[in-house]
């Protein structure tokens, strides 16, 4: 834990890419496909590889007991910075932890969540298993399992939307590749990170695409303006409805797939 490899590009993250129309629709996808299988609040969420709390601070608004565990210190502090502008009673609902994936059960001393997250860091790791098998024991029986990975069927669309051709056609087949962000990054297929949690007790629900038609704009050089919220909320609703439906949701880059686990 002590390289921190998120410290590089905390800001550019946690800052650049969440505040960009992209950012913003990604933020309101997931929340709202969350909300179509939470229970109600309160109940706990635990959000392992949390970051700054993008994706379960809005939970925590809405009523929810959320632990958020990272092991960079560089991505806590900007959770510690950004949890500042919560009002009061939300940021009591929030604990934050240091701690990787691999000891998650650990780290909360094995509590039981209602819904596990873990949204964007199975493709940053060279193992994922051992994650999965600790997001999968984190969850209480009949609890949710979380999990947006990068979509290993649609690896050459950001190449190619870039004019990148040679690197687009020997991309089709390809599982990795240095991601926005200037790091390694691995894709998943829905089908088989599926199956992994079918195997470890939590049965797949439902899987959507976060964003497609923003993030081909953004890959082709078009500008849009973060601050015309209007047009935001405009585009997240179309990206809502298409991450919802084929042929849309399996052309996105990044997929939300969301499991229950068992009684047990
Ligand atoms: C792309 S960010 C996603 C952050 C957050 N989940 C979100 O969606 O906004 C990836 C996060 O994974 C964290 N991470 C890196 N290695 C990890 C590991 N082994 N276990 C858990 N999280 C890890 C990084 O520190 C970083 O905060």
Redesign the pocket.
């Known amino acids: 834990m002590a390289d921190d ?2 410290a590089g590009v905390a800001d550019q ?1 946690a800052d650049d890419a ?1 505040a960009s129309v992209k950012g913003q629709v990604r933020t309101f996808v997931i929340h709202q496909q969350l909300l179509e299988h939470l229970p109600a609040p309160p109940a706990t969420v635990l ?6 709390g ?2 379960s601070f809005p939970l925590a608004g809405a009523g929810y007991d959320v632990t958020l ?4 210190s560089a ?1 806590l502090d900007k959770a510690r910075q950004r949890l500042q502008r919560l009002p009061q009673e939300a940021q009591g609902r929030v604990t934050l932890g240091e701690a ?3 000891h998650a059960d650990e780290a909360v001393e094995g509590r039981r969540f209602a819904a596990v ?5 199975l493709g ?2 060279e193992q994922p298993e051992p ?1 999965i098998d600790q997001l999968c024991g984190c969850a209480a029986p009949g609890g949710l399992v979380s999990i ?1 990975a990068g979509n290993a069927h649609a690896g050459a669309v950001r190449p190619a939307l870039e004019r990148r051709w040679d690197d687009a056609l020997a991309s089709f087949d390809a599982r990795s590749e240095i991601g926005v ?1 200037g790091l390694p990054t691995r894709a998943d297929a829905v089908e088989e990170l599926s199956e992994q949690l079918l195997s470890r007790g939590v049965q797949p629900l439902r899987w959507y695409g976060v964003w497609l038609f923003i993030d081909w704009l953004d890959l082709s050089g078009a500008e849009l303006d973060p601050t015309d919220s209007e047009q935001v909320a405009a585009v997240a609703a179309v990206e809502l409805e298409a991450g919802r439906r084929d042929p849309y949701r399996r052309l996105s880059r990044i997929f939300h797939l969301v499991g229950r686990k068992g009684p047990s």
């Open positions: 490899t998120w993250f969440y959000d392992v590889g949390g970051g700054a993008h994706q565990l990272d092991p960079s991505m990787d994936g691999e997250l873990c949204h964007g860091v940053y790791l994650t947006m962000l």
